[in-house]
């Protein structure tokens, strides 16, 4: 549902300077038995991935599994500038930043430079906003469905028969909480998707205000309603996170300041919960993590919308520090300008430091004790620099140490022989990561220094859980006669014997 060009801030304003909002014009289903059926190559996905409404169906199509079978439901991304024909799949013709997409990858409509030509294949009379995401049927050569919210359920289960057979039958709108689902969306979409759109395109200071307090009142409302919670209905992934996230996600890099919605960051403390709710998702679920490009959003805003950043210039984003969806610097290094997505991500541990807000503990704690890494570091197996030519002339690629010997060689401990094992011991990543410290050697006691330590005065304050009553009448019955021998002519009363319990074999 994201279309808004350079220069038409106003014509999508009311009069009273209130944002207004397009209906979608496609409103199709795929399903069996109808017009619109599951086939294997007949669809494609048109999208862009700085749009929250677009990032709905791609979320959607990771997690069932889609992006896994070969022809099912393809990838058509534009270029991120929206200019004032709307998206392009051509390079557009600008000085301002663009990251393109995937170009027209469409069979036998590859002339087709803009999303309008796709719109105007379906409906020759369409005068509105051309927007994403599109379903598009290369079959029949028309848009099935141009609404996300509607296009997220039929996706549930209308490839099911192609599937993964552990995702067929998974729906993220089930009947048994489809009232909860729904009830959310009533106040979650006005105030927080459309919201900050609401905030961002206001033309009045009163609709700018108005707009940007019911946008912090929803997210109180959205953070008291997961206190406790993994997901928003509990212990269930569905919809209400999904279309909560693309939104969420993009508050802190662009609402917050783009779009004016600055009263407090998502990452601040009045939003822990809703912070931490993020975090989880777009760490944990390569559904988010995966589908969610910061180099994209950022470009596309900040260079798309004219009137409101006239200049161009991209924010460098908030500090990373607590805001695991933020790390940008991370995410623009995995992010690809075309569809092939990475499969995995790797994170540096200082990522995840800065994930959890734990960069200053680290700087004081640890970094003081770090060992100067060595100037000339010896070189191990696969790890040799980038410079080695192949033949050919061909550059060697550039791979990490296998094992961790390096760092550890000059401890006072044997390395293994084969260095290979070093892969597998946990306990050198461990020591690689804490700080060094002086060990503080252990001196022995003497023997007089152990004798009072360990000696028990049956006259004194009796010691915790001793009765020294019977320390002393053990005492005397066993060793009357000593007692008689070591006394002095001269003592009137005989001095209080000292018990030493460390020569006793009897037990208390």
Same mark, same amino acid.
């Given at each position: 549902?994201?279309?808004?060009?350079?220069?038409?801030?106003?014509?999508?304003?009311?009069?009273?300077?209130?944002?207004?909002?397009?209906?979608?014009?496609?409103?199709?289903?795929?399903?069996?038995?109808?017009?619109?059926?599951?086939?294997?190559?007949?669809?494609?996905?048109?999208?862009?991935?700085?749009?929250?409404?677009?990032?709905?169906?791609?979320?959607?199509?990771?997690?069932?599994?889609?992006?896994?079978? =070969?022809?099912?439901?393809?990838?058509?991304?534009?270029? +991120?500038?929206?200019?004032?024909?709307?998206?392009?799949?051509?390079?557009?013709?600008?000085?301002?930043?663009?990251?393109?997409?995937?170009?027209?990858?469409?069979?036998?409509?590859?002339?087709?430079?803009?999303?309008?030509?796709?719109?105007?294949?379906?409906?020759?009379?369409?005068?509105?906003?051309?927007?994403?995401?599109?379903?598009?049927?290369?079959?029949?050569?028309?848009?099935?469905?141009?609404?996300?919210?509607?296009?997220?359920?039929?996706?549930?289960?209308?490839?099911?028969?192609?599937?993964?057979?552990?995702?067929?039958?998974?729906?993220?709108?089930?009947?048994?909480?489809?009232?909860?689902?729904?009830?959310?969306?009533?106040?979650?979409?006005?105030?927080?998707?459309?919201?900050?759109?609401?905030?961002?395109?206001?033309?009045?200071?009163?609709?700018?205000?108005?707009?940007?307090?019911?946008?912090?009142?929803?997210?109180?409302?959205?953070?008291?309603?997961?206190? &406790?919670?993994?997901?928003?209905?509990?212990?269930?992934? +569905?919809?209400?996170?999904?279309?909560?996230?693309? +939104?969420?996600?993009?508050?802190?890099?662009?609402?917050?300041?783009?779009?004016?919605?600055?009263?407090?960051?998502?990452?601040?403390?009045?939003?822990?919960?809703?912070?931490?709710?993020?975090?989880?998702?777009?760490?944990?679920?390569?559904?988010?993590?995966?589908?969610?490009?910061?180099?994209? @959003?950022?470009?596309?805003?900040?260079?798309?919308?004219?009137?409101?950043? =006239?200049?161009?210039?991209?924010?460098?984003?908030?500090?990373?520090?607590?805001?695991?969806?933020?790390?940008?610097?991370?995410?623009?290094?995995?992010?690809?300008?075309?569809?092939?997505?990475?499969?995995?991500?790797?994170?540096?541990? &200082?990522?995840?430091?800065?994930?959890?807000?734990?960069?200053?503990?680290?700087?004081?704690?640890?970094?003081?004790?770090?060992?100067?890494?060595?100037?000339?570091?010896?070189?191990? =197996?696969?790890?040799?620099?980038?410079?080695?030519?192949?033949?050919? &002339?061909?550059?060697?690629?550039?791979?990490? =140490?296998?094992?961790?010997?390096?760092?550890?060689?000059?401890?006072?401990?044997?390395?293994?022989?084969?260095?290979?094992?070093?892969?597998?011991?946990?306990?050198?990543?461990?020591?690689?990561?804490?700080?060094?410290?002086?060990?503080?050697?252990?001196?022995?006691?003497?023997?007089?220094?152990?004798?009072?330590?360990?000696?028990?005065?049956?006259?004194?304050?009796?010691?915790?859980?001793?009765? +020294?009553?019977?320390?002393?009448?053990?005492?005397?019955?066993?060793?009357?006669?000593?007692?008689?021998?070591?006394?002095?002519?001269?003592?009137?009363?005989?001095?209080?014997?000292?018990?030493?319990? @460390?020569?006793?074999?009897?037990?208390?």
């Amino acid at each position: 549902m994201s279309s808004h060009s350079n220069d038409n801030k106003k014509a999508f304003a009311a009069p009273d300077g209130k944002y207004k909002r397009q209906v979608s014009a496609f409103r199709d289903v795929v399903e069996k038995g109808g017009k619109f059926e599951p086939e294997i190559g007949r669809y494609k996905l048109i999208v862009s991935y700085a749009c929250p409404w677009a990032h709905r169906a791609l979320i959607v199509r990771k997690l069932k599994k889609m992006d896994q079978v =070969p022809d099912l439901l393809p990838l058509t991304v534009v270029n +991120t500038f929206l200019g004032a024909k709307g998206w392009s799949l051509e390079d557009p013709d600008t000085d301002r930043i663009n990251i393109r997409g995937t170009g027209n990858n469409i069979s036998g409509r590859e002339k087709w430079h803009y999303l309008r030509d796709f719109y105007l294949a379906a409906d020759p009379n369409y005068q509105q906003r051309p927007t994403v995401p599109v379903f598009w049927d290369n079959k029949l050569g028309t848009i099935v469905n141009n609404e996300s919210a509607e296009m997220i359920r039929f996706m549930n289960n209308c490839f099911d028969e192609f599937l993964p057979e552990d995702v067929r039958g998974v729906t993220y709108y089930p009947e048994d909480l489809r009232p909860e689902i729904d009830d959310f969306h009533s106040w979650v979409y006005p105030n927080i998707n459309n919201g900050v759109y609401r905030s961002g395109f206001a033309t009045t200071e009163e609709a700018y205000s108005e707009a940007a307090e019911q946008v912090f009142e929803a997210l109180d409302r959205a953070d008291a309603l997961l206190q &406790g919670k993994r997901y928003v209905l509990g212990d269930r992934l +569905t919809e209400a996170d999904i279309r909560l996230y693309t +939104t969420i996600v993009r508050f802190d890099p662009v609402y917050f300041g783009h779009f004016k919605c600055n009263a407090a960051e998502l990452r601040s403390p009045r939003f822990t919960n809703l912070h931490n709710w993020l975090r989880k998702l777009y760490w944990l679920d390569p559904a988010f993590n995966e589908t969610t490009d910061f180099a994209s @959003i950022k470009a596309h805003y900040y260079a798309s919308h004219v009137l409101i950043n =006239p200049t161009g210039i991209r924010t460098d984003g908030a500090s990373t520090e607590g805001h695991g969806a933020e790390v940008e610097h991370l995410a623009e290094k995995v992010s690809k300008r075309n569809d092939k997505r990475p499969e995995t991500q790797q994170v540096r541990t &200082g990522d995840m430091l800065e994930l959890f807000g734990l960069m200053p503990l680290y700087d004081r704690a640890v970094r003081p004790y770090q060992r100067p890494e060595p100037s000339n570091p010896p070189t191990m =197996p696969g790890s040799e620099p980038d410079s080695v030519p192949k033949k050919d &002339g061909e550059q060697k690629r550039l791979t990490l =140490p296998k094992t961790f010997v390096h760092y550890v060689e000059d401890l006072p401990v044997r390395p293994p022989k084969r260095t290979g094992a070093m892969r597998h011991q946990r306990e050198l990543t461990q020591l690689l990561m804490k700080p060094e410290y002086t060990y503080t050697p252990i001196v022995p006691f003497d023997q007089d220094t152990l004798q009072s330590a360990f000696t028990v005065d049956p006259g004194s304050q009796p010691a915790l859980g001793i009765d +020294t009553s019977l320390l002393e009448a053990d005492e005397l019955d066993a060793n009357a006669a000593k007692k008689k021998k070591h006394a002095l002519p001269d003592q009137t009363e005989p001095p209080k014997k000292r018990v030493v319990l @460390i020569s006793k074999k009897k037990r208390l």
